[in-house]
């Protein structure tokens, strides 16, 4: 199965002849420097410490990558697209917050397939309205999407609630906690993979789908390449603006909802204020900020490495104070990196 | 005769306007010395992050400054503890004070350069560069305190210079008009200023211009992170703590001020009287909404609103509009520009 998008560099014509060295490799596959790094980190770290290897722990990282990975996914598309989005956890704090008060106090029979529509149907909505105005205003969408978040989430702090919810209706806590796998541990405590892991796998794969077999796809590569060629080729921006903004807040809303479902609570506060990670480990995965390229399958090792590298730290010896400081140095380091790969071509 | 311009026209009737209103709402008390002092007080911090952002934004190329508030209390938290290893608060505070003061500015033009070297010689996207620097200055500044507030301490000039008054008006308001007065002044008269707004409006032209794109772009980041070393340390002076996640909405404030005052986001325009006015009009406007007793939560919903009417404005050229319509009836080539 190819990863590589066939609008990755369409600006530049491919050599003539494949090289077959390692670094011209990585030169063309940037996502293959990060699971180099992912393998090495995991397997460092598995020497220092044998306890990250144990069941526990990689179920952990595993529920952990879940929701980053949803809004990871929707990054990925607002990168290819030319844009950036710091609107996504806003969405998602509104649309799982208001959806969970609405069930709680109005339907509390809801069954849980309407629950997550609902919430990717709300979340979508809110993310077209963000595409409606990038392609209005005509400014970076990285000052529209602040925007929007401060409107979303003070909308939701201040009109929908602020408190925590803690009495979520069943079906939730039973989605929340429906096993997938279980394991025991050594100290008899069962330890189990929740089956909404396979979301985030799912959801990889229909973006992969989107993005690579459909014409609306091959419309985001272009835009984020060159908006007014694409324009120019008969491409609708407003179309493609509303779409992508729309797909990342639908992934919001799914990953609101989920969120909600494994902490078994709702709290208006959380979630806002986990952007930039999440925008991290989609440049990790080797999108340009600046639009046009990316894969899904890159995207999900930097989803993986942001995750091992918050979940490692503390298990060989560095301090989670850390934690900042190593993602920001990573951030840097791959920016770094990729630039140097691009002026190289 | 120059042309006059739009936004701040827009910009002093808002002034007007929240100050009748105000006085009006309160019956009086908004208006009062001690309001306007307070409100006074508060500008600093903002104002000089906004100017901040829009040095980024006039620099253009996507040129924005995200790490500004991160920067801030970076140099408040590392500028405090290194100050306190040197001099006691209690026996030394000039000593501690000056110590502390040069700490900030130069903790802040460290990372502005940095900031500025890494988009311009590494060729970094702006946004990219700065999100990465201000979750690394973050990441610094809580490793350095530990996660927790580092206590300042109210040394007798530190505090003097967050809460004391000449004339009656606040020390760090002066200080900001000073700072602002001496960077307008800048931007319009070196040829530093001159190349600076011209590399933002057209990046090709002002490089076959044989202008010096990457230490021009450099010097701006590095003025940018100065700025927010100031308000570092008008943060520390005003509070007593420094800490690693002060002023979290900060960030979109700045933004919001410098979008008000009609700077450019694509580069190579933008005034600092007007982020000037737009910041004391934001102040205002926040001092009245809580006046009338909204929330905080309503007051980011207001930010959030504004901005986007803001955005709104400017892209329809709406003053200029309104400007061309009245004009146009004195001079009928005024509508040209």
Redesign the interface.
Known sequence: MTMVQDMTDTAIPNPPRKERSLGQLFQRRPELVSLSILIVICVTVSIINPAFLQPSSLIDMGRASVVTGLFALGVFAILAVGGIDVSFTAIAALSMYSLTLFVINVYPTAPMTLVVVTAILGGAGLGALNGWLVNLLQVPSLIVTIGTQYLFRGFLLAFIGTVWLMELPPQMIAFGKAPLLSFETANGAVVSLPIYFLVFPAAAVVTWMIFNMTLMGRAVFATGGKADVAARLGYDQRTVHIFVFAFTGALAGLAGIIHVCANRMANPFDLVGTEIEVIAAVVLGGARITGGTGTVFGTVTGVLLITVVNNSLVLVGIPSTWQRVVVGAFILLAAAFFVTRQQKQ | MRKLDGNLVLLVTLFAVLLVAGGLLSGGTYLSLFNLQSMASQVPEIGLLAIGVMLAMCAGD?G?DLSGIAMANLAGVASGLFAMSIFPVDEAPVLFTVTFVIGCAVVGLIGGTLNGL?ISR????P???T??????????T??LS??RAVRIGTPEPLYEIGNGYVLGIPISFLMFIGVATLLGLVLRHTPYGVKLMMTGSNQKAAEFSGFARARIVTTTYALSGLLAGLAGLIIAARNVNVKWDYG??Y??IA??VA?MAGVK??GGYGRVINVVLAAIILQLLSSLLNFVGL?N?????????L??CF??V??FALVEHFDALFSSKRDPHASKN
């Open positions: 996507g924005i890494i590494l060729g970094i996207t946004i990219l560069c999100l990465g620097t201000q979750m690394f200055f973050t990441g610094v809580v490793v530990g996660g979290t909405t960030l979109l933004i919001l979008v986001p694509e929330s939560f309503v007051r980011d919903l207001a930010w959030g609103a901005l986007l955005l709104f400017n892209r």
